[in-house]
């Protein structure tokens, strides 16, 4: 990665994540002795972790991983670690994969499954699994964020399946909105444009190089002190030292999955997959922007991954497969249509359907994330029932999201001053902005370490990397036929 320079920052709003609903007495999951970290007291540099594809590891800039360090450290009240839902041997996020193993071996009492958010509702039993089911089942955490009373919309609850999805708060009035999210991994964080999926602790923007550096630093900072008070409750404000080792083991973080079970070693036959390649790769933000955004003026390139160039000939056919698959990242057409964030975009000139390939949005060079701040919607958080855009039918029909509050939002308008209404799961920037143009957008995420960490997207509705593929071949019309998709799949659970 390139470092870049200072510049002081300071000028803090502070997002607030509030609990939602009335949080229980301690005791729901907050008394455990048991814990689950090993007792091996470093994580060596790239150590390999199975998952279902082949190992993933991560590369650190420490040369190791010290598990004494203050990211393992409890610094709340309810014995919770960063560590708890960003683990080393689950991409530095959470897989679903493992969630009920732990809950039986514990019997619920595991810090991670405190009904603070990691219930499906904060009075939630110790130990009961059907009010455990969204971490569970997909490894969601309950996200309670606050809708500014100036909102420019007005959101209701059509269904609300834990009694939590819309609460107040007694000293604001403002609306206390519970969603369910996905953990972010802590890895890759230099090739971030944006802090959390609906982007809120993006305090100070990732948008220029010169900023960079110290822009992160001051967002990932916010983003420490609120993770502090609210998934691990928190009454004791980390210290400036606390804070500078967190954002150092962190910010030296990148996680990408090392080896295929059938293909081998990542970095065999001139492969350039691994989390030592990507620890080194080139981003500034901008960087290949489709958009005209590029700070350097470089043409724009679909061709983002180029990994496993060399396995295009492969004899090897699980090589040759990921290849070709590579290739249909970089090179598939398909049409984005309905895309809030890019087809109702001004400065992009409102196109009504875009020519693109999966690169229009996951623009930065083998990470993937998009490399300037636009954050989208999808449709990934949508209700069939309730779209009209057959491509957005088409797409989520092929997810199978979790049973979570359903929201409607009203009082904007579309491009042309006529009433819009959106149902949707999660509301994503436009809770903690209160414009009605921010609504259901999050950001693009960084592409690495997919297999060690699934579900995927923000609300975990693609259980597989099949269902994702399924997901865009229906949403953005792609026609892949049934290889073309086996290859991508094969292909991003390479990455
Ligand atoms: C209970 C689980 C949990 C714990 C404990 C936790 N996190 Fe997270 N973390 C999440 C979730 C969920 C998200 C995504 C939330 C969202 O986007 O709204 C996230 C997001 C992040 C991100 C944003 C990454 C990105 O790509 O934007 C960072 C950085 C992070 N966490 C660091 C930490 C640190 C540091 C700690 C310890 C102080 C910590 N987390 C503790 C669940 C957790
Ligand atoms: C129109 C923009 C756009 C296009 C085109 C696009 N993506 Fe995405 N992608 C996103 C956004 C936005 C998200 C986050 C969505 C969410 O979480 O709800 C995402 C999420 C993902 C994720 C999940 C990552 C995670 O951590 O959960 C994967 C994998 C992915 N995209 C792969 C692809 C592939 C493969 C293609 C091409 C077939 C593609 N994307 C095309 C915008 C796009």
């Known amino acids: 990665m390139h470092l870049y320079t200072k510049q002081s920052s300071v000028a803090l709003f ?23 970290t090993t007792t091996a007291a470093t994580i060596a540099n790239l150590q390999p972790f199975t998952n279902t594809n082949g190992s993933a590891s991560t590369y650190t800039n420490a040369g190791e991983i010290d598990e004494s360090g203050v990211f393992f450290q409890t610094l709340g009240t309810n014995g919770r670690t960063c560590a708890t839902c960003h683990q080393a041997s689950q991409g530095m996020s959470l897989s679903a994969d493992t969630m009920q193993a732990l809950f039986t071996s514990t019997n619920g009492t595991d810090p991670l499954f405190n009904a603070v958010d990691g219930a499906n509702y904060p ?6 699994s059907a009010s455990h089911s969204l971490i569970l ?76 550096s110290a822009n992160l630093n001051t967002d990932l900072t916010q983003q420490m002190l609120d993770a502090v008070t609210n998934h691990e409750q928190g009454t004791v404000t980390p210290t400036t030292a606390q804070i500078a080792a967190v954002l150092a083991v962190e910010t030296g973080l990148f996680t990408a999955q090392a080896s295929d079970s059938v293909a081998g070693s990542l970095t065999a036959n001139g492969g350039k997959g691994g989390a030592a390649n990507l620890a080194a790769q080139t981003y500034y933000p901008g960087i290949n922007d489709p958009f005209g955004g590029n700070p350097q003026n470089d043409v724009f390139t679909p061709t983002i991954f180029t990994l ?6 492969s004899q090897n056919a699980a090589q040759a497969s990921i290849a070709r698959g590579e ?53 990934t958080g ?27 939002i009203t009082g904007c308008t579309d491009a042309t001053g006529r009433p819009v209404t959106y149902t949707t799961t999660d509301p ?27 579900p995927y997207f923000h609300n975990g509705s693609a259980g597989t990397i099949v269902e994702l593929v399924n997901f865009y071949n229906a949403r953005f019309q792609m026609g892949l036929n049934a290889q073309q998709k086996t290859d991508l799949e094969n292909f991003l659970n390479a990455l």
């Not at 009075?123 to 009961?128: K, R, Y």
């Not at 496993?308 to 000939?313: A, E, L, R, T, V």
């Not at 069939?384 to 855009?389: G, H, L, M, R």
């Open 327 to 379: 290739d249909i990242f970089n090179t598939a057409p398909l049409t984005i249509t309905g895309v809030r964030g890019i087809n109702d975009n001004t400065a992009l000139g409102s196109p009504a359907a875009l020519k693109g390939t999966c690169g229009t949005c996951h623009d930065a060079p083998n990470v993937g994330s998009h490399s300037l701040p636009l954050p989208m919607d999808t449709g």
């Open 14 to 36: 502070t997002v607030l994540l509030l609990a939602g609903c009335t949080v229980g007495t301690p005791g729901a999951g907050t008394t455990t002795t048991t814990t689950t």
């Open 137 to 212: 089942t997909k490894g969601l955490i309950r996200v309670a964020v606050e809708l500014p009373l100036t909102a420019q919309f007005t959101i209701t609850a059509l269904h609300d399946p834990y009694g939590c999805a819309i609460t107040i708060d007694a000293k604001t009035g403002q609306q206390i909105v519970s969603v369910y999210r996905r953990p972010l991994p802590t890895a890759s964080l230099p090739y971030l444009s944006a802090v959390m999926w609906d982007t809120r602790e993006t305090l100070q923007p990732l948008a220029s190089a010169a900023t960079l």
């Open 308 to 313: 496993y160039q060399s396995w295009q000939n």
């Open 382 to 408: 949508r209700i069939a029932a309730d779209e009209t855009n057959a491509q957005i039918i088409a797409g989520v029909n092929q997810l199978t999201a979790a049973d979570l509050p359903i929201f409607q």
């Open 428 to 454: 994503g920037k436009g809770l903690f902005t209160g414009l009605c143009a921010d609504v259901n957008r999050v950001k693009t995420p960084v592409l690495r370490g997919l297999a060690a960490r699934s």
């Open 123 to 128: 009075t939630a039993p110790t130990g009961d």
